[in-house]
């Protein structure tokens, strides 16, 4: 199953930052390019109150939430599909991964190295776009001198499902701070042209609330205007452009938030938990998992006939608290 989402962008317009704000992992971070030649890898709790909720419902011991993998793969330039700076070797990263986080900078600050004359979002995710596009022309250059040999499915770039992260700078001048800004006028219109999804996060100050206390995140928040939380919005949404969903199973020793992609039927979803529950499968007994909780027990809701019983057919939805039966 596809859990793997590679954070991509031209150099120095945060992708390290932001990597560190996700997986609280230290990476090397310098105001040059290809300051991350070797792609780092972080698993990242993706956070879910249910879990929380669950957890307290049933006084469980342990709570795990569902998680995804960000890989901080180094900045592509123009020409790297035909090799510039050590592009062979990023794109062949970004193959590996199932989706893109795809930061682009849309902030003003002439302190901050840019690779690009003028800070212009729209004309870098084009110069991007085209690099992943030729790389892929190339790869099927390659296949069609192969003809007549077993070949692999193409595994393309440009069709790798995209998050735009629009990285700020508090304090900064932001482009999304000024609508009239034709540089933005030109993202939005695309964005809704292309039926792009994206968020806003300022990286440096997501990575620099890493280490705070909840009490010290507030203040900080506070202090630099910045009360939502962009790091929060951007893993569930990598979760949400992965296609996955969640199902829960809940008791005293344990609430678990189980991954599985969206449409996924209960067997297919019981092997999430083990491969024997999809051969072996029987039934699932079903509850959403607020209605669980209003209810105040699993003997309440039983009795306020809440939960369901569902066969193999059942598609399986978000939210969804399940025990299966097997054989």
Known sequence: MG????IVGLPNVGKSTLFNALTKKSVLIANYPFATIDPSVGVVAVPDE????????SKSEKKVPAAIEFVDIAGLVRGASEGEGLGN???????EVDAIAHVVRIFDN??????????????????????????DMQQ??????????????LNKLSQKPVLYVLNKEAGGHNLDENPSDPRWQRLMNYFEKTNARYVVVDANVENELKEL???????????????????????????????????????????????????????????????DFKDKFIRAEVINWQKLIEAGSYAKARELGLIRTEGKEYIVKDGDVIEFLHS
Not at 50 to 57: C, G, Q
């Open 3 to 6: 859990l793997s989402v590679g």
């Open 50 to 57: 249910r879990v929380d909720k669950l957890a307290e419902f």
């Open 89 to 95: 070797q990023f794109l062949s990263h970004i193959r």
């Open 110 to 135: 002439p302190n901050i190295t840019s690779t690009q004359d003028e800070i212009d979002p729209l004309h870098d995710i084009e110069l991007i776009n085209t690099e992943l596009e030729l790389a």
């Open 140 to 153: 099927e250059e390659k296949r069609q001198d192969k003809k007549g040999k077993e070949l692999p499915q």
């Open 213 to 275: 206390h909840t009490e010290d995140k507030v203040s900080f928040r506070r202090e630099y205007a910045i009360f939502d939380d962009g790091v929060n919005s951007l893993i569930k949404a990598g979760y949400d452009l992965l296609g996955l969903i969640s199902f829960f199973t809940t008791g005293t020793d344990e609430t678990r938030a189980w991954t599985i992609k969206n449409g996924s039927t209960a067997p297919e979803a019981g092997a999430a938990i083990h491969t």
